[in-house]
């Protein structure tokens, strides 16, 4: 090894930086990232609605068990979620995809996380405003999907697109399961170069970096939008 | 909360019941779905690797594939698998076969089922040059080597003094060792060839002449799947006698590759 | 035909049992070891972000912005692999004679941390009253010494909570490790499974260790939060 820094291997090896064996096999790097950061946001953003609403439930039947649940999820390191999903999965469904298994994971953890955001969000609108809307005739029920969820969700926008970066980041773990995404790809080439591991990880850094700056800053241009007309 | 945690666990096991019970008939799946699922391996050359123009994973194991499923008259998909999640791969029905360098043993025959031998080497080691004359050489040191493969086993066994490193696949291991952070790599003489082969500063590096195993390497199957291991025996014999078996051979280790290989073994029956 | 034998006893007692004791005390050890160091980096960093000299305020927000919004897997395998083509060779001889698996996967968890600390540490200065500062400025304090005497103490009160959670994060997180061959928990746990084939028993004993960890952890942030910062509301 010269000592320099070669970063021809990353242009010879572009392509299959960027979409993987695709269109003649299946999609990988930084388009299944994306794919697979994209899908569970989606996912876990209902995940995370219905999981915070329930644990706002005054029946302790329901909120103790869906608490316990959050709590166990945010104890343990998301790649013990993620050999979980490898086993249970297909216990419970039969075969199940790789790919699925990993967006089933990401899922589950990032409800977890997500539900906390909805229910700091939920909280944080005043009590009054769902008393004046049962008291104008509407059922709790319709109180909070009406009046209070739509307030909350303002709050809680940023805080999601903050999530959504962690999940960018999160996706490298489908590595360990071996889902061909960017991390995957990366130690493949690293692995088959065996002379440029320095120019191979900084390059997917650089690329993660982009990815994940890029959302960061949105949020904050949110942040700053929705609170300007939070003012008016 | 006793009772949702009953339920929970009630649901899981009849999840895993349901699973183990089911008499798996691969054959008939196979056909039926048209495809055959082989866990291979993506980053071992000459075995399983990416080829940088094609980008698809080519190797001796995938021809093995290709040749089974060409005789099922099926397509095959491939999905890359390591030395550690190859097993639980088949068991929870993610790939229909392994063909990923797997050293056929007893503890793994009792999960699972092996094919004929299809490929024959011996455990040794990797290491820069003049380092290593006996197994002596490396007491104390540093080895590095692959999680959940045999080779990982055998090397605890043979030098207890060792501290055993394992890393995702050989190939890591190997940057290990060009980076000096191991004192030899270890694993099957073919894969360390095909590594040294691949390796960009090829000279500083050795296969001493230290051998600590037999490696038989059989294509995986689940456990009690007859019909299927049946077929599979019978296609690679087919082989054998045709000379497909030995032309994919030469192919990948003959003397037109880097390896200079000669074939010390036939695939046999009952082997 | 194959049904699963559940054998709780290989994750109870004896050389597997054994095994992930070893493990669990690797992962306390990295982020004992990564706690410390990334709570010192993560302070400079914090009084750096908040200096009034621009390039090293920028220096600073470049080092946040860049160590968090890049995977920690990358950056492990970035100082195991990676960092060999930047260092001399005195150094990664240096570096290999020693346990290089586990600094790497330190310095990674301490450098990936540190920036979130230094958040922590940020907000929690910027919660202390602008007026405090003027204070101590008016009444002889340099700037350094204002923070160092006056600001840092009471922030770092105020963050001991966050702090401690990020000593959770990097136990939870040091999990990566095992990709770099480091006997941590995770490594341990997958390393049962892979001698027994009792997957569904390792990973339960691993996970119920980290739930462990993490509800004792919680409790005494909780404990924390009531008894220093909100005495009066207990």
Request: contains cysteine; positive net charge.
């Amino acid at each position: 090894m010269d000592g320099f820094l070669n970063f021809q291997v990353i242009a010879d090896n572009f392509t299959y930086f960027m979409i993987g064996r695709f269109p003649e096999g299946p999609l990988g790097g930084v388009g299944l990232t994306l794919y697979l950061a994209l899908v569970s946001c989606v996912l876990s953003l209902f995940g995370g609605m219905i999981l915070g609403l329930l644990a706002l439930s005054k029946n302790r039947l329901i909120y103790y068990p869906v608490t316990i649940l959050i709590n166990a999820v945010r104890g343990v390191p998301l790649l013990m979620v993620i050999f979980w999903m490898y086993f249970l999965l297909p216990a419970l469904f039969g075969t199940v995809a790789e790919t699925n298994t990993v967006i089933m994971a990401l899922t589950v953890f990032t409800s977890a996380y997500m539900s906390q955001i909805v229910k700091a969000g939920i909280e944080g609108i005043p009590r009054g405003q769902t008393e004046a809307a049962i008291s104008t005739g509407l059922k709790p029920w319709q109180a909070m999907l009406y009046i209070v969820l739509p307030q909350g969700m303002r709050n809680m926008i940023p805080s999601f697109v903050n999530q959504f970066v962690s999940l960018i980041k999160d996706t490298s773990l489908a590595f360990i399961v071996g889902v061909s995404e960017l991390t995957h790809v990366a130690t493949q080439i690293n692995n088959r170069t065996m002379a440029f591991p320095t120019e191979i990880f900084i390059f997917i850094a650089v690329i993660y970096f982009i990815l994940c700056y890029a959302f960061t800053s949105f949020s904050r241009w949110l942040e700053e939008q929705l609170a300007w007309r939070k003012a008016i | 909360m006793k009772k949702l945690a009953t339920v929970v666990m009630t649901v899981v096991l009849a999840g895993f019941m349901a699973k183990t019970s089911l008499a798996s008939d691969t054959l008939a799946d196979v056909k039926k779905k048209g495809v055959l699922v082989a866990g291979v391996k993506d980053s071992l050359p000459p075995f399983g690797y990416v080829d940088e123009k094609s980008r698809q994973i080519v190797g001796y194991d995938i021809d093995f594939v290709n040749a089974i499923a060409k005789k099922l008259g099926v397509k095959v998909e491939l999905k890359p698998v390591t030395s550690a999640s190859r097993m639980p791969q088949l068991q929870e029905s993610h790939i229909d076969i392994i063909a990923a360098t797997m050293t056929k043993n007893a503890d793994r025959a009792k999960v699972i089922d092996f094919s004929n031998t299809y490929f024959f080497t011996g455990q040794k080691f990797i290491t820069k040059k003049g380092t290593v004359k006996s197994l002596k050489d490396l007491e104390g040191k540093k080895i590095g080597t692959a999680k959940g493969s045999t080779s990982e086993q055998n090397v605890k066994k043979s030098i207890p003094t060792a501290s055993v490193l394992s890393f995702d696949d050989y190939p890591q291991a190997f940057l290990a060792l060009q980076q000096g952070k191991v004192a030899a790599v270890t694993t099957d003489e073919a894969i360390l060839a095909g590594i040294l082969a691949k390796a960009p500063n090829k000279g500083q590096f050795e296969i001493p002449a230290v051998q600590i195993s037999d490696e038989p390497y059989g294509l995986g199957m689940r456990k009690g799947d007859k019909n299927f291991v049946e077929f599979v025996n019978k296609a690679v014999l087919e082989m054998e006698k045709s000379g497909e078996a030995r032309k994919i051979f030469e192919k990948w280790f003959g003397p037109n590759t880097q390896f200079h290989l000669s074939r010390t073994f036939k695939i046999a029956a009952g082997k | 035909m194959l049904t699963y034998q559940f054998d709780w006893s290989i994750v109870t007692s004896g050389k597997y049992f054994e095994w992930l004791v070893s493990g669990l005390m690797v992962t306390l050890q990295i982020s004992t070891v990564g706690i410390v160091f990334s709570f010192l980096i993560g302070l400079l960093i914090a009084v750096m972000r908040m200096s009034h000299i621009r390039p090293v305020r920028w220096f600073a927000h470049a080092y946040l912005e860049f160590f968090r919004n890049t995977p920690l897997l990358v950056q492990i395998f970035f100082w195991y692999f990676g960092s060999y083509k930047i260092f001399p060779t005195v150094i990664n001889d240096w570096l290999n004679s020693t346990n290089f698996e586990f600094a790497a996967a330190v310095i990674a968890l301490t450098i990936y941390t540190s920036a979130f600390i230094a958040e922590d540490i940020r907000s929690g200065v910027l919660s202390i009253p602008k007026e405090q500062l003027e204070a101590a400025r008016s009444a002889g304090f340099s700037y350094l010494r204002s923070m160092q005497y006056i600001i840092l103490p009471q922030a770092v009160r105020i963050t001991i909570p966050p702090l401690v959670n990020q000593f959770l994060n990097l136990a939870k997180n040091s999990s990566l490790a095992m990709t770099i061959g480091v006997m941590e928990l995770t490594y341990q746990a997958r390393q049962v499974e892979s001698y027994t084939f009792k997957g569904f028993e390792a990973f339960t004993a691993a996970t119920l260790v980290y739930l462990v960890l993490s509800v004792v952890i919680t409790a005494l942030i909780h404990q924390y939060n009531i008894r220093v910062l909100n005495p009066h509301r207990a």
